[in-house]
């Protein structure tokens, strides 16, 4: 049966626009706005290799990071809308930037068609594990009655800031931001008891606190999550505002024809079906959460305005 699908895609796909070359061995660019390395990269190269194969074409992954993802974004927007070009978005470069970014040099809606969501990953407050405080509520206190904590996010304007910004604003906290450039220096500055505390995606701090140099105070799950049996949700711990997951998709640039869309969105929807994909995803620390290209579009425009609620209200910009 998977057999037969492929054939389908790929015998249709070469019908398509700019891709009536592939048989002769032209490649889908899917562009990933971050550097070689690290989860994104994982999520892009998995299922750039199972989508690929579901097409029938090699789907090369290029790594173009910089600012908050919007370099590698703008080349994706400038590109060809003729199927030969695809780039990996997240909440930041297809949600929140849009609010953050005097002079965005594309739109997150106008300039890109959705092809297909892929997974979603849950924000996890750490404190080091030193830390006086032992819940969300205890780690309030200290910022209040003349308390001052400090926080660390992997650079300003990104969602670490912003929930944690959210987070000091709703309890009324006295906390100083301290930026850094990449999530791996806050997270060990973190551990190193430099900072009070951090808000940063799950599979990046769960190695430390699995170690025992973090402590989870709380996780944006609907439930207490898989081998962390102790560790409170964010409504259980009082702050269900902070229950905003990171999400990742697959886009096209505006104008890029339906049936090139239609088929890329079923490829790479069949990727995250195969049941080594979804093992090599959940490895990485992602929740395997695949939608169809009109279910992704309706998602992202909530996100939008989700992102934008939540830039006003701490009043962040990625300029800071």
Excluded: K
């Excluded at 400090?150 to 929930?163: D, E, I, P, R, V």
């Amino acid at each position: 049966m998977q057999a037969a699908r492929r054939a389908f895609l790929f015998a249709s796909t070469l019908a398509l626009p700019g891709i009536a070359r592939a048989q002769g061995g032209a490649a889908i660019r899917l562009i990933v706005p971050a550097p070689p390395g690290g989860a994104t990269d994982i999520l892009a190269r998995s299922v750039a290799e199972d989508a690929g194969q579901a097409l029938g074409l090699r789907v090369v992954v290029d790594n173009r990071g910089g600012r908050g993802g919007i370099i590698g974004t703008r080349l994706a927007a400038q590109a060809a809308p003729d199927g030969s070009v695809l780039v990996l978005g997240h909440n930041q470069t297809h949600a929140a930037n849009q609010a953050l970014t005097r002079d965005l040099p594309y739109h997150v809606l106008d300039s890109f068609a959705p092809v297909a969501r892929l997974a979603t990953v849950h924000h996890a407050t750490v404190v080091p594990a030193s830390h006086a405080a032992q819940d969300m509520a205890g780690l309030a206190r200290l910022g209040r009655n003349g308390g001052r904590l400090t926080y660390a996010s992997s650079q300003a304007g990104s969602a670490s800031h912003l929930l944690a910004e959210s987070f000091v604003r709703r309890e009324g906290l006295s906390a100083i931001h301290a930026p850094y450039r990449g999530g791996q220096a806050a997270m060990q500055d973190t551990a190193a008891g430099l900072v009070d505390f951090y808000i940063s995606t799950w599979p990046q701090v769960m190695p430390l606190v699995r170690e025992g140099r973090l402590r989870a105070l709380s996780i944006g799950a609907e439930e207490r999550i898989e081998g962390f049996p102790a560790l409170p949700t964010t409504a259980e711990a009082g702050v269900p505002y902070l229950a905003m997951d990171a999400w990742f998709g697959i886009f096209a640039p505006h104008g890029t024809p339906q049936p090139t869309l239609h088929r890329y969105s079923d490829a790479f929807m069949a990727a995250m079906a195969e049941a080594e994909n979804t093992r090599r995803v959940q490895a990485a620390g992602f929740n395997p959460a695949p939608l169809p290209a009109p279910d992704f579009a309706a998602f992202q425009r909530r996100e939008v305005e989700r992102w934008r609620e939540m830039a006003e209200l701490t009043g962040i910009s990625l300029e800071e």
